[in-house]
């Protein structure tokens, strides 16, 4: 936000350097050239969304209707099978499937509640003024910007049933062990905590930001009225915080539904195949087994939950805004 | 509740409290928000703490239940164990591995995002805002649905076990545009128009007027697109496979199946990965937390 106007502040210079441009002769070729640069200016993005986001958005749909091994070069067209099999009893892929779809909306479950309500608290507690408040904010951020291996690697360790620190310091407390790698429901504690660590600061500064946009007139307004805390949290900050919390569960349930790293890491599915969410299971059985066909199938399938998701969730706020 | 109540207090309006009994319920308060402000630090520093101090441990000091932060003895065989040459986790080549993908990839995000943003926020042109929702449309797709597919084209190109399939088909995102389009529609459009009076060609108002003024949206979007691609996980581990041309992501995965409760060696790849963006996050935190809260990214 503050970034723009410092320098938007030495216009000066700017104009000196075009000024020493001849100006133009009108001529035709040049027109010309005008009129493409448009085209010229996108050219390469457009060259590299079209091979890399457009083309696959459908050619991965086209991969769902064939029986598709990567290995193979004989890949037959089956029309929707891939995706009937999905809905047939004792198919094996089908129950593998809905376990993993399972999987994943525990961790939804469990996850995004905690991060909707966790990150707005700190977010409020961040957003007064008081020494050092920065410092809090970039420490408490600071996970964020480690990539999810490393927080795999680090909290299978940190809660390994022998020898990890929390067992160490639950043992100090004269607690037993605790099997949080591969017990439900400690498991499902174990991914949920370790996202919440990792991911707490994002929501939180993007909650902040939300904060800062409410005017300070309007709770001023409020206590003149006599308005108390709750009021005002209720009346004032919640509703103008409205469009933010629009944007922050549709990211935090997609980012949840999209959990991947954790689970290959920390629990690495167990116990048996309980915490192998949608995406590790479509991954292993594309990329690892490479029947791609039956695994495109399900990433489109997984997709129009996730669409219908967050629809339910625009549903849900603009029925609240009434 | 009570943190909305110090709010009020801490606000231009606390004058209006005229009673002494408030103020040292005030410092209370303020007391006990700095406990919990603490508590909470200390929840997200130790880990990464008992990550580095388990790094210069030897395997036996880290399998002993008393909690020692401060190793008793530095001990660097973790360290020599992954830089040993000829081993099967050279976590120093992933390293380098990482780095010169990141770097290339954010390069090139920035050199092909910026120009195509500009013509979405100010050149006219047939099909435009048509252009412009389809391209904001793929944000919502998710990721999995490219999975196979790109693999299959990565696969056809030849770039599979090659770190052009890190660097190249993640730029085409739609979020780099998205991002500085957002940028260049907010900068005042006189400039342009001055230039253009001057006689400026559409590219030299864009290289002399518009990058220079764009410095922090285009240093940020360097930034970000340089953490995401030195932290993407899914993807590498699965388009590269040998062992001397993997990215530090999925190394790490190696490495833990490889050294299973070896926990120093694990800890010592942990810390090497962890490095380089802890330090540029301590440089240019600003940067970076302006950027995220102005875009809402989320890996």
């Keep these: ?322 | 509740m009570s943190v909305r109540r110090d709010q009020t207090a801490v606000a231009p309006s606390q004058h209006a409290d005229p009673q002494p009994a408030g103020g040292g319920k005030r410092v209370g308060k303020a007391v006990l928000t700095y406990v919990l402000l603490i508590a909470l630090s200390v929840i997200f520093i130790a880990p990464l703490l008992w990550m580095l101090s388990t790094s210069l441990k030897s395997q036996q000091a880290a399998t002993q239940s008393t909690i020692n932060v401060i190793p008793e003895e530095v001990n660097t065989t973790a360290y020599e164990t992954i830089t040993r040459p000829g081993t099967d986790t050279p976590v120093m080549r992933w390293f380098l591995n990482s780095m010169v993908a990141a770097t290339a990839h954010a390069v090139l995000v920035v050199v092909v995002c910026a120009p195509a943003a500009y013509a979405l926020a100010r050149l006219e042109f047939k099909g435009k805002r048509l252009l412009y929702a389809v391209i904001l449309a793929t944000l919502f797709i998710p990721p999995i649905i490219f999975l196979m597919p790109n693999f299959d084209i990565v696969s056809r190109l030849g770039w599979l076990d090659t770190l052009f399939a890190l660097i190249i088909p993640p730029a085409a995102g739609a979020f780099g545009v998205f991002f500085l389009r957002q940028f260049f529609s907010g900068l005042p459009v006189e400039l342009e128009e001055a230039a253009r009076v001057d006689g400026a060609k559409t590219w030299q108002t864009f290289m002399r007027v518009i990058v220079p003024l764009s410095k922090p949206a285009l240093s940020t979007l360097l930034l970000l697109a340089f953490l995401t691609n030195w932290n993407d996980f899914l993807w590498p581990v699965y388009v590269l496979f040998s062992p001397e041309r993997l990215t530090l992501p999925p190394g790490l995965s190696r490495l833990q199946g490889a050294y299973t409760i070896n926990y120093p060696v694990i800890m010592a790849g942990g810390v090497i990965a962890s490095i380089p963006v802890l330090a540029l996050y301590v440089f240019a935190q600003r940067y970076i937390i302006e950027g995220v809260s102005r875009s809402g990214i989320k890996g």
């Design chain 1, 1 to 322: 936000m503050s970034t723009q106007p410092e320098q938007l502040a030495e216009p000066g210079t700017l104009r000196q350097q075009h000024q020493r441009e001849p100006a133009p002769v009108a001529a035709a070729p040049g027109r010309r050239l005008e009129a493409l640069t448009p085209y010229l200016f996108l050219a390469p993005y457009l060259l590299l969304f079209t091979v890399f986001v457009l083309v696959p958005a459908i050619y991965g749909f086209w991969i769902s209707l064939h029986s598709w091994d990567f290995l193979l070069p004989a890949k037959p067209f089956v029309g929707f099978q891939n995706y009937t099999s999905l809905f047939t009893e004792g198919s094996l892929t089908g129950f593998n499937f809905w376990q993993s779809m399972r999987a994943t909306w525990t961790f939804v479950a469990y996850s995004v509640p905690l991060l909707l309500v966790i990150p707005l608290l700190v977010a409020l507690v961040l957003n007064r003024s008081f020494p050092g408040r920065t410092v809090f904010r970039a420490i408490y951020f600071a996970p964020y910007v480690l990539g999810v291996a490393v927080i795999g690697i680090l909290f299978r360790f940190l809660l390994d049933t022998n020898i990890g620190l929390l067992n160490s310091f639950l043992g100090a407390l004269g607690i037993d062990r605790i099997a949080w790698l591969s017990e439900i429901p400690w498991v499902w504690v174990s991914l949920v905590g370790a996202t919440v660590w990792w991911t707490l600061g994002f929501n939180a500064i993007i909650y902040l930001a939300g904060l800062q946009d409410i005017g300070r007139d309007q709770y001023e307004a409020a206590e003149v009225d006599g308005a108390n805390a709750w009021n005002k949290f209720w009346h004032i900050t919640i509703p103008g915080l409205r469009p933010v919390l629009v944007l922050v569960t549709t990211i935090t349930i997609l980012a949840s539904a999209n959990m991947f790293g954790q689970s290959l890491l920390i629990s690495q599915g167990a116990p048996g195949n309980a915490t192998r969410t949608a995406i590790m299971y479509i991954a292993e059985e594309g990329l690892g087994s490479f029947r791609m066909g039956n695994a495109a199938a399900m990433s489109y399938l997984l997709m129009l939950f996730l669409i219908a998701t967050s629809l339910a969730v625009f549903a849900f706020f603009r029925r609240w805004e009434d």
